[in-house]
């Protein structure tokens, strides 16, 4: 298995909600990332998980809270966001964690998020 | 800082002809790696290039990584309208942070 899947793959959510994204991957992959996309930009890092611990969170704002329950799984969890939120969300992985200077990464195919 | 600097930005050609596009730093990476992304889709990953002076064949793309290892650079043989996207680069800073170059978008009109 070669794939990083992703659900769902578009939620529209209101400011007051509360809701989640999924990330799997089964390539026995150390690192997992996630990033932000906005339209006709390149994704932006948010988060890299490196043997389930958190090794990087760029300055992301708390209403991102990920969580990584296992070495196949990483989760973004989302509350009180701002319009401004909306973007497509991928998810990565990669071979081995960040010391790694080949650094190859598997992209999801993302999440489409709108917050109205 | 070190930065990924891509060009063009945007490219529209007529399928048949040959392209290339570029990914210039002034830093010095220990590999980078060209991704190609389709709308609404995620980043797929075309090639890896490590050592300096290398160059990737990939069907109809070459790839080429600069001998200091500063840039590195895609050429498009006979390009079709499926190569169509944004190509991106990528690699690893000083950091041990990954960044993006913010791509060239490429369109093949058939």
């Known amino acids: 298995d070669t794939e990083v899947t992703q659900t769902p793959k578009h939620l529209v959510m209101g400011m007051t909600n509360k809701k989640s994204l999924k990330c799997e991957q089964h390539?026995?992959?150390?690192?997992m990332y996630w990033y932000k996309q906005k339209a006709k930009k390149p994704p932006e890092l948010m988060f890299v998980y490196s043997y389930e611990k958190l090794s990087i969170n760029e300055s992301v704002p708390s209403r991102f809270s990920p969580e990584c329950p296992n070495s196949s799984l990483l989760n973004l969890h989302l509350h009180a966001l701002q319009p401004e939120d909306s973007a497509l969300y991928l998810c990565a992985s990669s071979q081995e964690g960040l010391l790694m200077s080949y650094n190859e990464q598997f992209f999801g195919p993302g999440t489409r998020l709108t917050v109205l | 800082t070190q930065l990924l600097e891509q060009s063009p930005q945007f490219l529209s050609i007529q399928e048949g002809e040959n392209l290339t596009v570029y990914c210039n730093s002034s830093s010095v990476f220990s590999s980078l790696q060209w991704y190609r992304q389709e709308p609404g889709e995620g980043p797929v990953l075309l090639v890896t290039?490590?050592?300096?002076?290398e160059v990737k064949k990939l069907k109809r793309l070459t790839f080429q990584f600069g001998d200091a290892r500063k840039d590195s650079s895609l050429h498009i043989t006979a390009a079709q309208p499926g190569d169509t996207g944004l190509y991106l680069c990528a690699g690893m800073n000083r950091d041990d942070k990954i960044i993006f170059g913010k791509g060239t978008r490429l369109h093949i009109l058939p």
């Open positions: 290039v490590v050592t300096g002076g």
């Open positions: 390539m026995g992959h150390r690192a």
